[in-house]
Protein backbone atom coordinates (compact mmCIF):
# COMPACT_ATOMS: atom_id res chain seq x y z
CA UNK A 1 0.00 0.00 0.00
CA UNK A 2 1.52 2.81 -1.35
CA UNK A 3 -1.22 5.60 -2.54
CA UNK A 4 -3.33 7.69 0.39
CA UNK A 5 -5.78 10.04 -0.18
CA UNK A 6 -6.76 12.27 2.69
CA UNK A 7 -10.05 13.99 3.60
CA UNK A 8 -10.50 16.60 7.25
CA UNK A 9 -13.16 17.99 7.91
CA UNK A 10 -13.80 20.72 10.43
CA UNK A 11 -12.02 23.90 12.02
CA UNK A 12 -8.55 24.85 11.02
CA UNK A 13 -6.68 23.51 14.01
CA UNK A 14 -7.93 20.02 12.46
CA UNK A 15 -6.84 20.89 8.78
CA UNK A 16 -3.40 22.14 10.24
CA UNK A 17 -3.41 18.24 11.73
CA UNK A 18 -4.90 16.89 7.98
CA UNK A 19 -1.32 18.74 6.56
CA UNK A 20 0.90 17.13 9.75
CA UNK A 21 -0.94 13.59 8.64
CA UNK A 22 -0.15 14.06 4.70
CA UNK A 23 3.65 15.21 5.70
CA UNK A 24 4.06 12.06 7.82
CA UNK A 25 2.86 9.60 5.38
CA UNK A 26 5.03 11.49 2.38
CA UNK A 27 8.22 11.29 4.63
CA UNK A 28 7.67 7.91 5.24
CA UNK A 29 7.84 6.62 1.80
CA UNK A 30 4.04 6.38 0.67
CA UNK A 31 2.40 8.69 -2.43
CA UNK A 32 -0.71 11.03 -2.31
CA UNK A 33 -3.25 10.10 -4.76
CA UNK A 34 -5.83 12.95 -6.38
CA UNK A 35 -8.55 11.01 -6.30
CA UNK A 36 -9.96 7.77 -3.55
CA UNK A 37 -10.48 5.72 -6.53
CA UNK A 38 -6.44 5.40 -7.39
CA UNK A 39 -5.65 4.68 -3.45
CA UNK A 40 -4.57 2.27 -1.48
CA UNK A 41 -5.49 4.12 2.04
CA UNK A 42 -8.40 6.64 2.50
CA UNK A 43 -7.79 8.95 5.56
CA UNK A 44 -10.71 10.54 6.71
CA UNK A 45 -9.48 12.92 9.69
CA UNK A 46 -12.38 13.57 11.15
CA UNK A 47 -14.77 16.71 13.04
CA UNK A 48 -17.26 15.60 15.67
CA UNK A 49 -18.83 19.69 16.97
CA UNK A 50 -22.33 18.44 15.33
CA UNK A 51 -23.94 15.44 14.58
CA UNK A 52 -24.36 16.30 11.29
CA UNK A 53 -19.73 15.83 10.85
CA UNK A 54 -20.49 12.52 12.73
CA UNK A 55 -22.61 11.67 10.22
CA UNK A 56 -20.82 13.00 7.14
CA UNK A 57 -18.12 11.07 8.10
CA UNK A 58 -20.15 7.72 8.38
CA UNK A 59 -20.99 8.80 4.88
CA UNK A 60 -17.89 9.95 3.45
CA UNK A 61 -15.83 6.05 4.66
CA UNK A 62 -19.38 4.41 3.14
CA UNK A 63 -18.28 6.37 -0.08
CA UNK A 64 -15.06 5.55 -0.51
CA UNK A 65 -15.80 1.48 0.05
CA UNK A 66 -18.29 1.72 -2.22
CA UNK A 67 -16.04 3.59 -4.84
CA UNK A 68 -12.95 1.76 -4.45
CA UNK A 69 -13.81 -1.87 -2.13
CA UNK A 70 -10.40 -2.95 -1.38
CA UNK A 71 -9.30 0.52 -0.28
CA UNK A 72 -8.28 0.54 3.54
CA UNK A 73 -10.58 3.04 5.50
CA UNK A 74 -8.83 5.14 8.72
CA UNK A 75 -11.03 7.39 10.89
CA UNK A 76 -8.99 9.68 12.96
CA UNK A 77 -9.34 12.40 14.97
CA UNK A 78 -12.71 13.94 17.18
CA UNK A 79 -15.25 11.78 16.25
CA UNK A 80 -12.98 8.23 17.74
CA UNK A 81 -12.54 10.40 20.85
CA UNK A 82 -16.63 11.00 21.77
CA UNK A 83 -18.26 8.60 19.28
CA UNK A 84 -16.83 5.08 18.65
CA UNK A 85 -20.16 3.38 18.95
CA UNK A 86 -21.42 4.93 15.80
CA UNK A 87 -18.56 4.37 13.41
CA UNK A 88 -19.50 3.09 10.12
CA UNK A 89 -16.97 1.55 7.53
CA UNK A 90 -13.67 2.20 9.30
CA UNK A 91 -10.95 -0.13 8.92
CA UNK A 92 -8.59 1.57 11.46
CA UNK A 93 -9.91 3.74 14.16
CA UNK A 94 -7.35 6.40 15.80
CA UNK A 95 -7.65 9.11 18.01
CA UNK A 96 -6.52 12.78 18.18
CA UNK A 97 -3.31 11.92 19.44
CA UNK A 98 -1.97 8.89 17.71
CA UNK A 99 -3.08 10.53 13.97
CA UNK A 100 0.02 12.69 14.38
CA UNK A 101 1.97 9.77 13.78
CA UNK A 102 -0.34 7.88 11.88
CA UNK A 103 2.38 5.43 9.99
CA UNK A 104 2.80 3.49 13.37
CA UNK A 105 -0.65 2.55 13.43
CA UNK A 106 -1.20 1.87 9.66
CA UNK A 107 -2.57 -1.68 11.38
CA UNK A 108 -3.63 -1.42 14.36
CA UNK A 109 -6.60 0.75 15.83
CA UNK A 110 -5.75 3.18 19.30
CA UNK A 111 -7.84 5.57 20.78
CA UNK A 112 -6.34 6.51 23.87
CA UNK A 113 -7.87 8.93 26.84
CA UNK A 114 -7.21 12.43 25.31
CA UNK A 115 -7.22 13.52 29.07
CA UNK A 116 -4.26 11.85 29.94
CA UNK A 117 -2.42 14.18 27.33
CA UNK A 118 -0.51 16.80 29.83
CA UNK A 119 1.68 18.27 27.20
CA UNK A 120 1.32 19.85 23.76
CA UNK A 121 2.28 17.51 20.99
CA UNK A 122 4.25 19.62 18.86
CA UNK A 123 5.24 18.91 15.20
CA UNK A 124 6.78 21.26 13.14
CA UNK A 125 5.19 22.00 9.08
CA UNK A 126 7.71 22.22 7.16
CA UNK A 127 5.85 23.35 4.24
CA UNK A 128 2.55 24.92 3.07
CA UNK A 129 0.95 25.75 0.05
CA UNK A 130 -0.78 28.87 1.62
CA UNK A 131 0.11 32.52 1.66
CA UNK A 132 -1.51 32.89 5.06
CA UNK A 133 -0.77 29.76 7.27
CA UNK A 134 -2.35 28.54 10.02
CA UNK A 135 -0.17 28.02 13.18
CA UNK A 136 -1.31 25.87 15.84
CA UNK A 137 -0.85 27.24 19.14
CA UNK A 138 -3.27 25.46 21.80
CA UNK A 139 -5.00 22.02 21.95
CA UNK A 140 -7.74 21.34 24.20
CA UNK A 141 -10.33 23.29 26.43
CA UNK A 142 -10.74 23.64 30.15
CA UNK A 143 -14.41 24.98 30.00
CA UNK A 144 -17.08 23.01 29.99
CA UNK A 145 -19.81 25.07 28.03
CA UNK A 146 -23.19 22.92 28.21
CA UNK A 147 -23.66 22.37 25.12
CA UNK A 148 -19.99 21.19 23.85
CA UNK A 149 -18.16 17.82 23.58
CA UNK A 150 -15.11 19.20 22.09
CA UNK A 151 -13.05 19.16 25.62
CA UNK A 152 -14.12 15.45 25.44
CA UNK A 153 -12.48 15.12 21.90
CA UNK A 154 -9.09 17.42 22.91
CA UNK A 155 -9.00 17.21 26.70
CA UNK A 156 -7.43 20.23 28.77
CA UNK A 157 -5.89 22.91 27.62
CA UNK A 158 -2.08 22.33 26.21
CA UNK A 159 0.26 25.44 24.91
CA UNK A 160 2.95 25.41 22.22
CA UNK A 161 5.83 26.60 23.99
CA UNK A 162 6.95 29.98 22.41
CA UNK A 163 10.22 28.73 20.81
CA UNK A 164 8.19 25.97 19.06
CA UNK A 165 5.96 29.19 17.93
CA UNK A 166 8.44 30.74 16.41
CA UNK A 167 10.43 27.79 14.84
CA UNK A 168 7.35 26.93 13.17
CA UNK A 169 7.10 30.63 11.76
CA UNK A 170 10.55 30.73 10.89
CA UNK A 171 10.56 27.85 9.14
CA UNK A 172 7.22 28.47 6.59
CA UNK A 173 8.77 32.36 6.48
CA UNK A 174 5.25 33.45 5.75
CA UNK A 175 4.27 37.12 5.62
CA UNK A 176 1.44 36.49 7.05
CA UNK A 177 -0.27 34.07 9.52
CA UNK A 178 -3.13 33.17 11.69
CA UNK A 179 -2.93 31.73 14.85
CA UNK A 180 -4.98 29.46 15.82
CA UNK A 181 -6.14 26.83 18.75
CA UNK A 182 -9.00 25.30 19.95
CA UNK A 183 -9.44 27.85 22.75
CA UNK A 184 -7.16 30.29 21.95
CA UNK A 185 -7.31 32.59 24.95
CA UNK A 186 -6.19 29.90 27.05
CA UNK A 187 -2.51 29.71 25.59
CA UNK A 188 0.34 29.89 27.93
CA UNK A 189 -2.26 29.61 31.47
CA UNK A 190 -0.11 25.72 32.10
CA UNK A 191 3.42 27.79 31.95
CA UNK A 192 2.19 31.13 33.91
CA UNK A 193 1.98 33.03 31.05
CA UNK A 194 -1.06 35.03 28.73
CA UNK A 195 -1.25 35.45 25.07
CA UNK A 196 -0.02 38.79 25.28
CA UNK A 197 3.76 37.55 26.04
CA UNK A 198 3.69 35.31 22.98
CA UNK A 199 2.39 38.33 20.43
CA UNK A 200 4.93 40.52 22.06
CA UNK A 201 7.45 37.91 20.45
CA UNK A 202 5.79 37.24 17.68
CA UNK A 203 5.91 41.29 16.57
CA UNK A 204 10.11 40.76 16.74
CA UNK A 205 9.73 37.99 13.96
CA UNK A 206 9.91 39.08 10.45
CA UNK A 207 6.21 38.33 9.66
CA UNK A 208 4.10 41.72 8.78
CA UNK A 209 1.17 40.55 9.53
CA UNK A 210 -0.99 38.16 11.58
CA UNK A 211 -4.18 37.76 12.91
CA UNK A 212 -6.09 35.94 15.98
CA UNK A 213 -8.26 33.18 15.82
CA UNK A 214 -11.33 33.06 17.53
CA UNK A 215 -11.48 34.57 21.21
CA UNK A 216 -13.67 34.57 24.30
CA UNK A 217 -15.01 38.35 24.97
CA UNK A 218 -13.75 38.37 28.14
CA UNK A 219 -10.34 36.84 27.04
CA UNK A 220 -9.50 40.68 25.72
CA UNK A 221 -8.82 42.81 28.70
CA UNK A 222 -7.68 46.13 28.29
CA UNK A 223 -3.86 45.65 28.29
CA UNK A 224 -4.26 43.26 25.36
CA UNK A 225 -7.02 45.31 23.61
CA UNK A 226 -3.95 48.60 24.23
CA UNK A 227 -1.50 45.79 22.58
CA UNK A 228 -3.36 45.29 19.58
CA UNK A 229 -4.29 49.26 19.16
CA UNK A 230 -0.66 50.02 18.61
CA UNK A 231 0.35 47.42 16.97
CA UNK A 232 1.45 48.02 13.32
CA UNK A 233 1.48 43.84 12.47
CA UNK A 234 -1.85 43.08 14.05
CA UNK A 235 -4.78 42.77 11.61
CA UNK A 236 -8.01 44.60 13.08
CA UNK A 237 -10.10 41.15 12.39
CA UNK A 238 -11.77 39.62 15.48
CA UNK A 239 -13.66 36.80 15.39
CA UNK A 240 -15.35 36.52 19.11
CA UNK A 241 -16.86 33.32 20.05
CA UNK A 242 -20.50 35.27 21.27
CA UNK A 243 -22.82 31.94 20.83
CA UNK A 244 -25.88 34.33 21.99
CA UNK A 245 -26.81 38.12 22.98
CA UNK A 246 -29.51 36.94 25.62
CA UNK A 247 -28.29 36.92 28.85
CA UNK A 248 -30.44 34.16 29.92
CA UNK A 249 -28.97 31.97 27.25
CA UNK A 250 -25.82 32.78 28.21
CA UNK A 251 -26.13 31.63 31.27
CA UNK A 252 -28.00 28.72 30.27
CA UNK A 253 -25.13 27.62 28.18
CA UNK A 254 -22.47 28.38 31.15
CA UNK A 255 -20.79 30.70 29.52
CA UNK A 256 -18.80 33.89 31.42
CA UNK A 257 -19.58 36.61 30.32
CA UNK A 258 -22.86 38.86 29.84
CA UNK A 259 -24.18 41.02 26.76
CA UNK A 260 -22.93 44.33 28.58
CA UNK A 261 -19.22 42.72 28.50
CA UNK A 262 -19.82 42.29 24.61
CA UNK A 263 -21.10 45.86 23.82
CA UNK A 264 -18.36 46.74 25.88
CA UNK A 265 -15.86 45.53 24.08
CA UNK A 266 -17.16 46.54 20.65
CA UNK A 267 -17.42 50.05 21.63
CA UNK A 268 -13.68 50.25 22.42
CA UNK A 269 -12.50 48.65 19.16
CA UNK A 270 -11.71 51.86 17.18
CA UNK A 271 -8.76 51.32 14.85
CA UNK A 272 -7.58 53.39 11.71
CA UNK A 273 -9.04 50.56 9.57
CA UNK A 274 -12.33 49.99 10.62
CA UNK A 275 -12.17 46.86 12.61
CA UNK A 276 -13.99 43.51 11.18
CA UNK A 277 -16.01 41.85 14.14
CA UNK A 278 -17.21 38.20 12.89
CA UNK A 279 -18.98 36.03 15.63
CA UNK A 280 -19.73 32.76 16.18
CA UNK A 281 -24.06 32.12 17.07
CA UNK A 282 -25.80 29.29 18.56
CA UNK A 283 -29.54 28.91 17.68
CA UNK A 284 -32.00 27.03 18.78
CA UNK A 285 -30.08 26.13 22.45
CA UNK A 286 -32.50 24.37 24.87
CA UNK A 287 -34.76 27.12 26.63
CA UNK A 288 -34.23 29.41 24.10
CA UNK A 289 -37.72 30.84 23.69
CA UNK A 290 -38.68 33.39 20.78
CA UNK A 291 -38.49 36.30 22.32
CA UNK A 292 -34.75 35.03 23.65
CA UNK A 293 -33.79 34.95 19.94
CA UNK A 294 -35.05 38.56 19.43
CA UNK A 295 -33.00 39.89 21.79
CA UNK A 296 -30.29 37.93 20.66
CA UNK A 297 -30.99 39.16 16.96
CA UNK A 298 -31.64 42.95 17.94
CA UNK A 299 -28.03 42.62 20.49
CA UNK A 300 -26.15 41.81 17.60
CA UNK A 301 -27.29 44.69 15.58
CA UNK A 302 -26.27 46.98 18.49
CA UNK A 303 -23.17 45.34 19.41
CA UNK A 304 -21.97 46.03 15.57
CA UNK A 305 -20.74 42.87 14.07
CA UNK A 306 -20.02 43.10 10.69
CA UNK A 307 -20.70 39.02 10.12
CA UNK A 308 -22.10 35.81 11.66
CA UNK A 309 -21.38 32.39 11.69
CA UNK A 310 -24.62 30.26 12.54
CA UNK A 311 -24.80 26.97 14.00
CA UNK A 312 -28.16 25.60 15.01
CA UNK A 313 -27.91 23.76 17.84
CA UNK A 314 -26.68 20.27 17.53
CA UNK A 315 -27.13 17.86 20.63
CA UNK A 316 -24.05 16.22 21.60
CA UNK A 317 -24.26 13.03 24.51
CA UNK A 318 -22.58 13.25 27.44
CA UNK A 319 -22.62 17.66 27.65
CA UNK A 320 -25.43 18.92 30.14
CA UNK A 321 -27.59 20.01 27.00
CA UNK A 322 -28.30 16.88 25.99
CA UNK A 323 -30.80 15.98 28.84
CA UNK A 324 -31.67 19.52 29.40
CA UNK A 325 -35.72 20.07 29.34
CA UNK A 326 -37.69 22.62 26.82
CA UNK A 327 -35.53 21.09 23.42
CA UNK A 328 -36.22 23.36 20.61
CA UNK A 329 -37.99 21.93 17.53
CA UNK A 330 -36.03 21.26 14.22
CA UNK A 331 -37.88 23.58 11.94
CA UNK A 332 -37.56 26.90 14.73
CA UNK A 333 -33.98 26.08 14.96
CA UNK A 334 -33.60 25.94 11.03
CA UNK A 335 -36.16 29.19 10.88
CA UNK A 336 -34.25 31.24 13.24
CA UNK A 337 -30.45 29.75 11.29
CA UNK A 338 -31.92 31.25 8.55
CA UNK A 339 -32.80 34.90 9.83
CA UNK A 340 -29.53 35.14 11.54
CA UNK A 341 -27.85 34.17 7.85
CA UNK A 342 -29.84 36.71 5.83
CA UNK A 343 -29.10 39.72 8.48
CA UNK A 344 -25.42 38.43 8.62
CA UNK A 345 -25.55 39.19 4.72
CA UNK A 346 -27.02 42.43 5.15
CA UNK A 347 -24.48 43.56 7.95
CA UNK A 348 -21.23 42.36 5.76
CA UNK A 349 -22.64 44.21 2.58
CA UNK A 350 -22.78 47.30 4.86
CA UNK A 351 -18.95 46.75 6.41
CA UNK A 352 -18.35 46.68 2.86
CA UNK A 353 -19.89 49.60 1.67
CA UNK A 354 -17.99 51.57 4.09
CA UNK A 355 -14.73 50.25 2.96
CA UNK A 356 -14.82 51.41 -0.61
CA UNK A 357 -13.64 54.28 -0.71
CA UNK A 358 -10.71 53.29 1.47
CA UNK A 359 -7.07 52.48 -0.17
CA UNK A 360 -6.44 48.67 1.63
CA UNK A 361 -3.34 46.77 2.13
CA UNK A 362 -4.12 43.39 -0.34
CA UNK A 363 -2.06 40.34 0.38
CA UNK A 364 -2.85 38.25 -3.01
CA UNK A 365 -3.11 34.43 -2.12
CA UNK A 366 -3.88 33.04 -5.23
CA UNK A 367 -4.79 33.55 -9.15
CA UNK A 368 -7.60 31.79 -10.42
CA UNK A 369 -6.48 29.16 -13.26
CA UNK A 370 -10.93 29.33 -14.43
CA UNK A 371 -11.01 32.91 -13.80
CA UNK A 372 -7.40 34.88 -14.58
CA UNK A 373 -8.53 36.75 -11.44
CA UNK A 374 -6.10 37.78 -8.38
CA UNK A 375 -7.53 37.21 -4.84
CA UNK A 376 -6.53 39.33 -2.39
CA UNK A 377 -7.50 39.86 1.50
CA UNK A 378 -7.11 43.25 3.40
CA UNK A 379 -5.96 43.48 6.94
CA UNK A 380 -9.63 43.94 7.78
CA UNK A 381 -10.83 41.11 6.20
CA UNK A 382 -12.55 41.50 2.89
CA UNK A 383 -11.71 39.44 0.16
CA UNK A 384 -11.82 41.06 -3.19
CA UNK A 385 -11.14 40.08 -7.03
CA UNK A 386 -8.43 41.94 -9.43
CA UNK A 387 -8.10 41.68 -13.00
CA UNK A 388 -4.03 41.23 -14.10
CA UNK A 389 -1.70 39.16 -16.32
CA UNK A 390 0.56 39.04 -13.33
CA UNK A 391 -0.04 36.37 -10.76
CA UNK A 392 0.39 38.02 -7.74
CA UNK A 393 0.43 35.34 -4.89
CA UNK A 394 2.26 36.47 -2.31
CA UNK A 395 2.50 40.13 -2.80
CA UNK A 396 1.13 43.25 -1.12
CA UNK A 397 -0.67 46.57 -2.76
CA UNK A 398 -2.28 49.02 -2.08
CA UNK A 399 -5.76 49.37 -3.99
CA UNK A 400 -8.92 51.11 -3.24
CA UNK A 401 -11.56 48.74 -2.48
CA UNK A 402 -13.40 50.54 -5.00
CA UNK A 403 -11.06 49.16 -7.81
CA UNK A 404 -11.68 45.51 -7.36
CA UNK A 405 -13.12 43.76 -10.11
CA UNK A 406 -15.43 41.61 -7.62
CA UNK A 407 -15.68 41.06 -3.61
CA UNK A 408 -16.38 38.21 -1.99
CA UNK A 409 -19.82 37.94 -0.42
Not at 33 to 56: F, G, W
Not at 86 to 100: C, F, P, S
Amino acid sequence: MKNFFIKTLGCKTNQIEGQLISQNMLENGFEKSPTVTDADIYILNSCAVTHHAEAQANYLLGQAKRLNPNIKTILCGCMPQTNKDDIKNADIILGNTEKLNIVDYLNKSSVNDIFNEDKFSFHILKSSSSTRPSIKIQDGCNNRCAYCIIPYARGKSRSNSIKNILDQINTLKPKEIVLTGIHLGQWGQDFNLKLIDLLKEIEKTDILRYRLGSLYVNEIDDELLNFLLNSKKFCPHFHLSLQSMCDKTLKNMNRFYTVEDVFNLTNKLRFDVPVFIGCDVIVGFPGETEEDFETTYHNLIKAGVNKIHVFPYSKRKGTKAYDMDNQVQENTKTNRAKKLTILSTALYKKFVKSNMDLEHEFIFEKKSIKTGLNCGVTKNYIKAFFKGETDLKGSFKKIKLKDAYKIDF
